[in-house]
């Protein structure tokens, strides 16, 4: 990502140091954060809600100077890049922390540390298909797309189900998967990447719920209940997706890859084998 919010000598007061002295005395901190940021939208809309706000960062940044000491600056530059990599739109942050009075024992400019991290959250894509001669082998071709996507790594693909079309007009049984991968980009970039995946296997958008020769969904970013987890309301991408927990199609697939997964419905963090044991009834099938 080319873009990039950078906010420097953020300042404060702190106790981190290996010797006595710094933990009693305390000394002057201060962190130069470069946040790389998709600021597309944020530039097209003017709307803050679509960007990182600097202010908050900073915020963070100085609760983190002055709390408990630590030892090494190591530690609470580490700790400043997990907070910032919290915040979805981040894709990667460089903490640079510098402690220019750092007891030394010699005459001497600065002292920093430099840390750059990427976001690796775990992600689940959904994969339907019920159009063309073959939609199992779109499934299976999609899924190697996803795994040639810079950003998206460790692309694991479910077993294959057949399933009875949920809504839309009368429409051919659809073949769905689920995809787990991790990725690096913000959830808006990874939808972006989808919708072009689905545009090259010939999707177009016309009836709501019709047959499509090839559909992905995000249904989950990050871990639900952790830090990792996305939530969003906008109506152009929902996280949670808003009707995953009541489709077999999605549970199913999602289940057999992966017993322990859960999903937020809700205020709760839900077991999905639970979630599938409530839509018995709807028509899926694995492959043989
Ligand atoms: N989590 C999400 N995953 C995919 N699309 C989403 C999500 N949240 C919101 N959307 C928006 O929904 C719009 C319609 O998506 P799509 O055509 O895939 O819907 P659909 O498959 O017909 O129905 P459904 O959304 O019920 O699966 C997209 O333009 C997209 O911006
Ligand atoms: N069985 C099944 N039904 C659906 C599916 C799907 O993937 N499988 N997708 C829909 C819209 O995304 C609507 N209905």
């Known amino acids: 990502m080319t873009d990039r919010i950078t906010l420097s000598g953020v300042t404060a007061y702190g106790y981190h140091g290996v010797l006595a002295s710094e933990k009693a005395e305390g000394q002057e901190f201060s962190v130069d954060l ?29 609760a983190i100077l002055e709390a408990p000491a630590q030892d090494l600056i190591e530690t609470v530059a580490g700790q400043i890049v997990d907070s910032v990599l919290t915040r979805p739109l981040v894709e990667a942050v460089t903490v640079t922390l510098h402690k220019p009075h750092a007891p030394v024992g010699v005459p001497f400019g600065d002292v920093t540390v430099e840390l750059r991290r990427e976001r690796d959250v ?74 072009e995946i689905e545009a090259d296997f010939g999707r177009t958008r016309e009836i709501r719920w019709g047959a499509r020769s090839l559909d992905l969904d995000l249904i989950q970013v990050g871990q639900p209940g952790q830090p990792t987890e996305s939530q969003s309301d906008d109506p152009a991408l929902t996280l949670p997706h808003p009707r995953a927990h009541e489709r077999a199609f999605v549970l199913a697939p999602w289940h057999a890859v992966d017993e322990a997964a859960q999903l937020r419905v809700g205020d709760l963090v839900v077991p999905v084998a639970e979630l599938l044991d409530a839509v018995a009834d709807q028509g899926v099938r694995a492959r043989e």
């Open 122 to 195: 775990p992600v689940v894509i959904a994969l339907g298909a019920n159009l063309g001669s073959d939609p199992a082998d779109t499934i299976d071709r999609a899924a190697v797309r996803l795994a040639q996507v810079p950003g998206l790594s460790q692309v694991v693909l479910s077993p294959l189900f057949e399933t009875d079309p949920v809504g839309g007009p009368e429409q051919p049984t659809y073949t769905n998967a689920v995809a787990l991968a991790r990725t690096s980009l913000a959830p808006g970039r990874l939808l972006s990447v989808l919708h």
């Open 34 to 62: 470069v946040l790389e940021v998709d600021l597309t939208r944020a530039a097209a809309t003017d709307d803050l809600r679509h960007t990182v706000n600097y202010a908050e960062v900073a915020a963070d940044v100085v």
